[in-house]
């Protein structure tokens, strides 16, 4: 089974959302869907549900058209942020009522209820309501019921947002396997960028309704089409800086020149912007061949492992993980450190023209 949208383009109060977007999703895969708030993601998932009907282009499945087709005619369940379970069912009963309603022999729904809790660790909770679970496994139940329906199009749509770091980090983990295992088509909705990382599969970076990028997500994380898909894809924000090369040497927005070395020796003559995510950027004594940027502190965020060192060069607003607890205090000056061989380089028209070797 494939499902496809075909240039689809979606209006909300005459205001364009989804704009001209294509993707194919092929049974087996898991296709993450990657941006902020208000990207899309949750609309291209009612498209492909068929929640709604898009204003241009068509819903293929299997190349039919199934364009405005109601979402109870598809072979399609979904799973939200919040834990939607029916309260006074039982976790059995919640993860069985699809196949109630469909008219499943009694033996059928025992095994595949039965299938569902082991997959999701949910073998001891099957007599409890949802309201005697913590807030992990009443999530475990709603994507269990998901499963047990049997349908090629599981959509889940931040999930895992209103769960504790914990659970967050346990569920992550374990989902991958789970959709190895079930074999249908999974579309996973997220705004971190960490976690389209971790599960894997294909990522489309989404921004103000367009898809920008869609590929395997180590190539998109590590190849990114343009300098947007490197903001989407990186979390602390993108550290970037305007540069000029002229010839054997290159000049920093902020007055800082420093030989055409590492990515830049291959760049002809002009103007480019430069982007790095915060683990690339050092703070303290600098290596031989890092460009070093005077830089003032402006916040330290500790987390315990790591500081989120934040930084000002000039106009350039920057932050750089460190590991440990690093005690810097508004005003501290230090030395910024870039490697010029670990950084992206964009265009005028902010296209990926060298990034480094991974």
Request: proline fraction near 5%.
């Given at each position: 089974m494939s499902v496809t949208l075909d240039h689809v383009s979606q209006m909300v109060d005459g205001i364009t959302t989804i704009r001209d977007v294509s993707l194919t999703l092929e049974r087996g895969s898991l296709s993450v869907l990657l941006g902020p708030t208000l990207a899309g993601k949750t609309s291209i998932m009612r498209l492909l549900a068929g929640l709604d009907k898009p204003a241009q282009g068509r819903v293929l499945v299997d190349g039919k058209d199934v364009t405005g087709i109601d979402i109870r005619k598809r072979s399609v369940a979904m799973v939200y942020q919040q834990f939607i379970n029916y309260p006074s069912f039982t976790v059995y009963e919640n993860i069985a009522s699809p196949l109630r309603v469909q008219g499943k022999p009694k033996a059928e729904i025992e095994t595949r209820v039965r299938e569902a809790a082991a997959l999701l660790k949910l073998e001891p909770?099957?007599?409890?309501?949802?309201?005697?679970?913590?807030?992990?496994?009443?999530?475990?139940?709603?994507?269990?019921?998901?499963?047990?329906?049997?349908?090629?199009?599981?959509?889940?749509?931040?999930?895992l947002a209103n769960l504790d770091y914990k659970l967050r980090e346990e569920l992550r983990t374990e989902l991958p396997k789970i959709f190895e295992a079930s074999g249908a088509i999974f579309v996973y909705a997220t705004t971190e960028p960490s976690e389209a990382l971790l599960l894997g599969g294909r990522t489309a970076?989404?921004?103000e309704g367009e898809v920008l990028q869609f590929g395997e997500t180590p190539k998109v994380y590590r190849k990114p089409d343009t300098l947007k898909v490197a903001e989407v894809f990186s979390d602390p924000p993108l550290n970037s800086v305007g540069i000029e090369k002229r010839g054997d040497s290159v000049q920093y927005a902020g007055g800082v020149s420093a030989p055409a070395d590492g990515l830049y020796a291959s760049l002809p003559d002009g103007s480019y912007r430069i982007g790095f995510r915060a683990h690339q950027l050092g703070v303290g004594n600098a290596t031989a061949g890092h460009h070093?940027?005077?830089?003032?502190?402006?916040?330290?965020?500790i987390t315990g492992s790591e500081s989120f060192v934040h930084v000002k060069h000039g106009s350039s607003d920057w932050v750089s993980v460190l590991q440990g607890i690093r005690e810097f205090v508004p005003g501290d000056r230090l030395d910024a450190i870039i490697d010029p061989a670990n950084i992206f380089v964009f265009d005028?028209?902010?296209?990926?023209?060298?990034a480094p070797a991974m």
């Open positions: 909770y099957l007599n409890r309501t949802p309201l005697q679970l913590s807030g992990g496994q009443q999530q475990r139940t709603a994507i269990a019921r998901a499963l047990v329906k049997g349908a090629d199009l599981v959509l889940l749509d931040e999930p970076c989404l921004w070093v940027f005077p830089a003032e502190v402006t916040v330290t965020e005028s028209s902010d296209r990926l023209v060298a």
